[in-house]
């Protein structure tokens, strides 16, 4: 089975951590959040995927490439104007010739990929979409369904009193080829909002996958940091190593630091004396971190330069950031690329655009 992964939103909602960046591209524990999705379908055999993309399909396309160093074959779409969740799919009609797998590139989940295949099958659906319960419906698309799984309809971000259960779009579906029909060729056409309404008029036969499966949003910077916490919980338990504390390859730390895992370090690091990590915290790669520095409850990304009895909480720093001396940065502060905070200064709850804005990544 073929998949389709949309890589291809604006992700405003994560800036100014995606100006410059992909949303797909994000780390999370390290890894790309579109590398885990890859790395999960293949795990079910799926290794034929197409990446349909419209912002920086080359800061994509450069990191993975054809796809053969991680054991599948990658295909890229790309959109020469906004097209949709729908019209993307579209866009990619020449490769789809058979049942395939649509995933939205800013879920992060373990989705059984074979029992959704087995009730695709089981239901001779045209269309089966997974559904996954969550507190609140009406940010999302909530469904109703009968009996036997039929989707009734379809109701996108409920206002409060239309809500009857909390079982909403999961952002995976399989769909047969002849559904492509149904999508207008070369214009903005919505899964959600368009498409799905339409066939159950028609009564074309939707089914829901109900999904106990972890799942998660990742378009939020809220979501974002909740993802990593619970991924990154996960990998310290994976590793078991001890102190909870996973360090990659090339890195010069100094004895003197205290690390509270789950705590995960990149590669080529340099982490001076007494410096403090309070988990969950990832390092990315090539980070330099001086001495009496504390990080707490944080993320930050590869490259970076943090001076001396530097304070980081609750906060997101960006690539390529350098945070001058005895500078705090806390309750969820959000550094774009390239930033500098300078000697002593205090972020509290900020989002800081990226230093280079005027020149996006294509």
Known sequence: MKAVILVGGEATRLRPLTYHTPKAMIPICNTPLLEHIIYHLKDYEVTDIILAQRRHSQTIRKHFKDGKHMGVR??????????????????????????????????????????LVDFHKKMKAMITLTLTKVENPTSYGLIKFDSQKRVISFIEKPQSTEVTNN????????????????????????????????????GVPIYAYSSPAY?????????????HHDLIEYEGKKYAIEANCFTGYGNKIHPSIQAYGPVIIG??????????????????????????????????????????????????????????????????????????VANKMILNGELVLPANLDNPTP
């Open 74 to 115: 990658l295909t890229y779409i790309t959109e020469r104007f906004p097209l949709g969740t729908a019209g993307a799919v579209k866009n990619c009609k020449v490769y789809l010739d058979e049942a395939f797998l649509v995933l939205n590139g800013d879920i992060l989940t373990d989705l059984n990929i074979a029992d």
């Open 215 to 227: 799942w998660i949003d990742v378009g939020t910077p809220e979501n974002y940091m909740k993802a």
């Open 267 to 340: 590669n080529n690091c340099r982490i001076g004396p007494r410096v403090k990590l309070i988990g969950p915290v990832t390092i990315g790669s090539q980070c330099n971190i001086q001495q009496d520095t504390e990080i707490e409850d944080s993320i930050v990304w590869d490259s970076c330069q943090i001076e001396p009895r530097v304070k980081i909480k609750n906060s997101i720093i960006s690539q390529g950031c350098h945070l001058k001396t005895e500078c705090v940065i806390t309750n969820r502060t959000l550094l774009g690329d390239h930033v500098t």
């Open 167 to 202: 079982m909403i779009n999961a952002g995976s579906y399989i769909l047969e080829p002849d559904i492509l029909e149904y999508i207008p060729d070369g214009t903005s056409y919505s899964f959600e909002r368009q498409l799905f309404p339409t066939l159950l008029k028609k």
